[in-house]
């Protein structure tokens, strides 16, 4: 158990939808990750908040939006969703952020379009 | 445009041998490398990493060997066993890019009792 929570862990909706999922980091993490993994795809970086504040941003839609709560924890915002957005997000904790920081993930929630 | 490549979707090796998997990138920029291991259902947990500054990183049963010139790195898994089938994810980043890691596709490790 990394310590890192994700909900729900799976979720089915339909084209145009909008849904939100939710992670909580582990307990002392400041920094919290959101990552997208396509089928046959490599974890794609969407966007890093630390101590509530935006760090750094990928290849996130704008479709997409994030946040970090007083509380650490975040909710990643997906909106107008098409097929391709079902994949599988990851959220990822550490402690500050940093590029040799070790991260630790979530269980990951399985999003379904159709 | 993956900076971060693994070539190879998958390998299975007999329990007991040398499990090798191999990890390219193309930004020179990369300074920092990272192997991540992932079970079904689960998230990646963090295995080794290796800095620019060296060649070889060791752990137990887990090497990381780095050529820079080549932009190319390697996990040695030495002796194999079947509690190592997993999918493992190569990672890289950099002290002076954005403040991620650029992971490759994965490869799905199946050690064979």
């Known amino acids: 158990d990394s310590g890192v929570t994700q909900t729900p862990k799976h979720l089915i909706t339909a084209t145009g939808q909008r849904v939100t999922l939710r992670c909580s980091p582990r307990?002392?993490?400041?920094?919290v990750y959101w990552y997208q993994q396509s089928l046959d795809q490599g974890l794609q970086f969407l966007i890093q908040?630390?101590?509530?504040?935006?760090?750094a941003k990928g290849n996130i839609l704008e479709r997409f939006s994030a946040q970090q709560f007083p509380d650490l924890h975040s909710e990643l915002n997906l909106s107008s969703l098409e097929l391709g957005d079902s994949a599988l997000y990851f959220c990822?904790?550490?402690?500050?952020?940093?590029?040799?920081?070790?991260?630790?993930f979530g269980s990951g929630t399985q999003l379904s379009v159709l | 445009d993956q900076q971060v490549k693994q070539n190879s979707p998958s390998l299975s090796v007999q329990e007991g041998r040398i499990s090798i998997l191999n990890c390219d990138y193309t930004?020179?920029?990369?300074?920092?490398f990272l192997w991540y291991k992932k079970y079904p259902a689960e998230g990646p947990t963090f295995l080794i990493s290796?800095?620019?500054?060296?060649d070889k990183n060791e752990d137990g049963r887990f090497t990381v060997f780095l050529n820079k010139s080549a932009k190319h790195l390697s996990l040695h898994i030495v002796p194999s066993q079947p509690g190592d089938s997993a999918v493992y994810f190569c990672?890289?980043?950099?002290?002076?890019?954005?403040?991620?890691?650029?992971f490759g596709t994965g490869t799905r490790l199946t050690v064979i009792p």
């Open positions: 990822a904790s550490s402690v500050i952020p940093g590029p040799n920081e070790k991260l630790f």
């Open positions: 307990s002392g993490d400041l920094s």
């Open positions: 908040y630390y101590n509530g504040e935006e760090r």
């Open positions: 930004n020179s920029m990369f300074d920092y």
């Open positions: 290796i800095s620019s500054i060296k």
């Open positions: 990672a890289a980043s950099s002290q002076t890019g954005a403040n991620n890691l650029f």
